[in-house]
């Protein structure tokens, strides 16, 4: 599953939010990196994408009067969204068969309008079979009257209503968050299991899943990557009784090191115990998954993790992944992403200008403020003419995400002193300039660019007073 086109109407910050994430020639992207300056909704975006695909969103509330919408509990508050979606040809007669199932399941819960709203995707579903495409648009709108909201359609039911258990094993949705905040809900999963509805704590590979959306805080999966490393190893040798114990540890050894070839880490795993995994640090020393920096824990948990969750045509998020990484690693941290799985998209929400640097413009989009309208808007990089790839970080901080490169201060000083030498060069040597120029220099240091620039102007005047 790929995101390609998304349309969003008064979700809160964004008024008519709409943005194409296809290439020049109509593909999907495989990575999609969204970056922008605080309050432009980055993380929004992330949220929104999680609740239109989990479970718990998903419940039959179709042309049923909602009230009482405190925290978003009952449906997501906004006038409309719109997601185009491509589905692999794999993966097409398999959704298909799941919908044709939930049918059955539905009329024993004798839900009128959710019955109605699966028999209309599914006949959709099937005109575009036979059309032989594999982009659907799938449309949630939400609308007020007299009685209350009313969700008038939401083509993401299915993922309430289909069977998760076979839904999850045709695509997931991972969604790495930056806050553990982030992984709070405000109901339990509803699910419908043999036509009645029951609450349910759902757990997928180890995983509290909302239905085929797997939030996951990374810092608190330590015991979760150390079990599944030494595990797999005892489940390899399990399914293959003809290995040896010695091939099981080096060949997940193998598999979890090349997830993150291209991150010049140091430190390697290097062995699997009975009981938790051993990694070998820059000076040789053996080290325990408790003893890795910061850093290399974030690495190797997604790393395993993501492993762990046999990733194909599915959707992977990312929010912040430069956090506690040092600035080569998040140069590098993509190609984490790209090493997963087949078929998967990556959504990444940065601000990282070592991140964005290592990214081509046609996958970066900008969220930014149209000063005109006064509405937040989507722009891709390349179509604004805008470069990326290979960039120095100080580009991308002034030319992609405006950002001053110096304090507002040590900015008000530097032009100060231009606009000395500029209009007022006589007056260079009064004491307070002097003080001034002193300061800046001291402050900067003699290589800093604008400090040997100044040098250089006040060595002519110097000359032209001889």
Known sequence: MKIRKLQVKNYKMFGDLTSDFTDSD??????????????????????LLRRIFSESSNIFKVKEPL???????????CDKIEVEIEISKDDIFSLQNLINDADAVLRKTRHTAAISAISEINKRFKHHIQQKKLHFNFSYILEQDTNGFIIRQNDFLLFGALPINKLSKIFKVIYFVANHSDLMRSKKNIRIIDGKMKDDEDYHNGFEADGVVFPIDIFSQQEAVKNYIVESVKQSLIENRNQTGKDAIENHITNINNLLQ???LRTKLVDITPDEPIFESVSGKKILLSDLSGGEKQLYYRAALLNKLSL???????????NSLHPTWQSEVLKLYKNIGLNNQVILVTHSPHIIASVDPKNLFLLDIDQNTKQIKFHNAARDGLHSKGVEPNRILKEIMGTPLRDFETQKRIDSVADLLRLNPALIDAPENNLLIEN????LGRQDPFV????????????RKL
């Open 67 to 77: 009230m009482g919408f405190e925290a978003e509990s009952n449906a997501i508050i």
């Open 262 to 264: 291209g991150v010049s």
């Open 26 to 47: 109509g593909n999907s992207s495989d990575v999609i990196v969204i970056a922008g300056i605080n309050g432009t909704g980055k993380t929004s975006i992330l949220q």
């Open 312 to 322: 194909q045509n599915s959707l992977i998020m990312i929010d912040e992944p430069e």
């Open 452 to 463: 040997i620039r100044l040098t250089h102007q006040l060595n002519i005047l110097k000359t």
């Open 440 to 443: 800046l220099i001291a402050d």
